[in-house]
């Protein structure tokens, strides 16, 4: 059996719509670039929770903090925060640019919501001491593990589908080996698979190869099954 058959991970599924919603979270929430506003409730959204077996939901509100963060969600609140003004490296002024990364942000946040962990009140607890410290022990925790490896598939995703052929044979040889070197597609994320592996050669974890067993999970087994078909109506 291949290592990313045997590797567990949580790999949070998401709900219907799951894209949609938060696409639709990024549209609202970046009419207020660059404008000051109070904060109020802008919008409810309900979901369907595959581990509760129940509908549930979240509070948006959007504030104009200068914060270091796009988004946050307060798990007890049940509230996702919006910073569209906040103090990050994205040029928010491009209407493209900005929509993504408060889109990017809403899924880490949205994933946070879904978490089945967070029903545990010890995750709670060791959440909030954590804190807004971007490093080693934050992305690390494994709620944050599972909310930035969803949010890099999506983004993943999108790389792909900028250049279908040459993208998916890029990371289709990047997922199937043990190859822990971080490809070109992450730089992005350079600091966060450098603490999961980080964290792995220490600890003897496995961030690394769920995170790579989330990536042939939601990328790389739906096409293969694609050409399979593919191949089955050509014979
Ligand atoms: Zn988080």
Known sequence: MNWYKKATSWNIRTTENFIDKCCDI????????????????????TFFNLYTNQEEYFDIIIQDDKREAIANYNVEKKIMTIYPNSLNDVDMTNETKGIEAIEKAAIHEFT????????????????????QQF??????????FDAYSKQITEDIKGFISADYDNNFDIVYNWVMTTDHNIPEFLIDYNKIILAWRQYDNLYRSRYIRKFKQRLYNEIILPRLKERKEEQNNVN
């Open 112 to 131: 946070h919501a879904i978490d089945p962990k967070f029903k545990q009140q010890k995750f709670i607890e060791k959440q909030k001491n954590l804190g």
């Open 26 to 45: 990024a549209d609202e929430a970046y009419k207020f670039v660059g404008q000051k506003f109070a904060p109020a409730v802008y919008n409810k959204i």
């Open 135 to 144: 490093g080693f022990d934050y992305y690390n925790f494994p709620t944050e």
